[in-house]
């Protein structure tokens, strides 16, 4: 059975944890991999909290709920919603796996927003990567325990709160068997390429976390909620840059006079991309084999912070990254504008990529899940609704700064990357549009409001964090420890 445990648990790290850490150009080879939670051999593997165990033997289960009773209805529905008619008809239960993360936890709020009985599974496993980076958020951020109570204190609804590992089948069972989800999204992977690109440590980690979890996922659906729908979050990168028009996940072919349907060829560009293609083929196929019901978000970058429900109460404020790993391209240049710091175009800057609004994320999942796909389709959808090169955006953001009297400088940085710098990019994303998502596209005011926000917390910033620290051409086998 599930444990319901007090929201006052405390992580323990044992002593040899160094927090501060940095990644720098000059020490990526030189800093701690070897960082472990107590009684946890990887460094990865669990988080474990301490007295929270199954019933013996090696397994890492943790389980979490907010202090009221998970299964409680809101008896007193807050009025800061107008919730007319967005409600689901019936109260559909979702489970949000990353929910702590950027996406997820937007995410998880406005579903609990929209009447749907939300609980997070969280290994806050990105909480610890920011640690062993010397990394941090340009917003502060409460723990996942005081935002899910703030949250309820505000609306009067629950959210259930599930921490461990999705790689850990024992403890996924158990959140399985006690939240009974309808629908499960899947935000909880690690998903920085450049962190994949780290070392052959970070590279091993990110594709066990992210393939293995899924794979979990996809036998928890099989074992104990066989009609469950999977909206899991896939990449646009997992298509690369071909030189024709990207299609929503299939494409149509007619080879030596015969035609066949068939999925989109994969390009992807660093180990962490490559994970995503990993996990589509290991969907796609259950979905064949086992009637499994999923949809593949192939999601573009996403931009923005806020959200109608982050927005609330500053104990809800979702994470915002700007730095060289974590960092996405126009939030660190909106935060790069902000600091004085010049916009970092990676090589000649014609890197063009689908981007999308935070607001648009949340939107795109619950349309995905309120028109579920059907038992044994493989659904997929390209998320994005706009796009650009980082030209493009930097020229953006310099504007936006001038309106504001910022001096925005540019500066071309050797890419780190291996990638297309100048190439043809058509990718077609109707069919989130088809089901109704009506986009926030990239304006002025969503601008002006990014950098008002950067400039907010600009105190906050470590500009050390800034250039980029991770090379795909020098990526090696890296000391497993070094002292500090
Ligand atoms: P994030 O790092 O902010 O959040 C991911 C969350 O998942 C974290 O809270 C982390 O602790 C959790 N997690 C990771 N591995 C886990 C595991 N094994 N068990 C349980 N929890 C685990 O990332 P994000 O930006 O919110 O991205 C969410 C998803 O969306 C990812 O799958 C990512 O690939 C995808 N995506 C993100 C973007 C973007 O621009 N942020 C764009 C396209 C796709
Ligand atoms: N770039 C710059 N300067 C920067 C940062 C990035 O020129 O300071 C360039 C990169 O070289 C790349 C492009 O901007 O060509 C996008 O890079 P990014 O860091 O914004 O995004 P990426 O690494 O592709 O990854 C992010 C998320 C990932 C998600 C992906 C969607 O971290 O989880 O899967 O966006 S997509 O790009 O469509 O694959």
């Not at 002593?15 to 946890?40: E, H, I, N």
């Not at 935002?147 to 399985?176: P, Q, V």
Request: hydrophobic share 35%.
């Amino acid at each position: 059975m599930a444990h319901l445990l007090s929201t006052s648990c405390t992580l323990k790290i044992s002593s040899g944890y160094k927090p501060y850490s940095r990644l720098t150009q000059d020490s990526v080879a030189s800093f701690p991999t070897s960082f472990t939670f107590q009684t946890s051999k990887s460094p990865f593997k669990s988080l474990v909290l301490p007295g929270e165990r199954s019933g013996g033997g090696n397994c890492n289960i943790v389980q979490a709920t907010t202090i009221s009773s998970s299964r409680e209805a809101s008896k007193n529905p807050s009025s800061v919603f107008d919730q007319s008619s967005t409600e689901p008809s019936k109260s559909q239960k979702v489970m949000v796996i990353g929910g702590d993360g950027y996406c997820g936890w937007a995410t998880a709020l406005h579903l609990s927003k929209k009447g749907y009985e939300v609980a997070i599974v969280d290994s806050l496993v990105r909480r610890l990567f920011d640690h062993q980076l010397g990394i941090d958020s340009l917003t502060p951020i409460a723990s996942i325990h005081n935002r899910i109570r703030c949250w309820k204190s505000l609306t009067g609804k629950n959210i259930e709160l599930y921490i461990g590992d999705i790689c850990d089948f024992e403890f996924l069972s158990e959140s399985f068997k006690s939240f009974e989800p309808d629908a499960v999204v899947h935000f909880g992977e690690q998903r920085s390429a450049p962190y994949s690109m780290i070392d052959r440590s970070r590279a091993v980690f990110t594709q066990h976390n992210n393939v293995i979890g899924t794979l979990n996922v996809l036998f928890a659906i099989k074992e104990f909620r066989e009609q469950c729908h999977l909206v899991k979050l896939g990449t646009m990168g997992e298509y690369g840059t071909p030189n024709i028009d990207i299609e929503e996940g299939y494409i149509t072919i007619t080879h030596n006079g015969r035609t066949d349907t068939l999925p989109y060829p994969k390009q992807a560009s660093s180990f962490y991309h490559l994970s995503k293609v990993h996990d589509s083929h290991n969907i796609a196929f259950t979905c064949k084999a086992w009637g499994i019901r999923a949809t593949d978000l192939n999601q573009g970058v996403v931009y923005g912070v806020k959200t109608e429900e982050t927005d609330l109460h500053e104990e809800l404020s979702n994470r915002l990254d700007y730095d060289g790993v974590f960092g996405t391209a126009l939030n660190r240049f909106c935060v790069q504008a902000a600091v004085g710091h010049p916009l970092t175009v990676y090589g000649k800057g014609g890197q063009t990529r689908g981007y999308l609004d935070i607001r648009d994320t949340v939107q795109c999942v619950e349309l995905a899940i309120a028109n579920p796909a059907k038992p044994g389709e493989f659904r997929v959808f390209n998320q994005f609704t706009e796009q650009f090169s980082v030209n493009e955006l930097a020229a953006l953001v310099t504007k936006a700064g001038n309106k504001l009297g910022i001096e925005v400088k540019t500066t071309s940085v050797p890419n780190p990357r291996v990638e297309a710098e100048e190439h043809y990019y058509n990718a077609k994303h109707t069919k989130l549009i088809e089901l109704g998502l009506k986009p926030h596209l990239l304006s002025d005011s969503l601008l002006d409001s990014l950098l008002n926000f950067a400039i907010k917390y600009k105190d906050r910033v470590d500009t050390k964090q800034i250039m980029p620290s991770v090379s795909w051409k020098k990526i090696g086998v890296k000391p497993k420890t070094v002292a500090a």
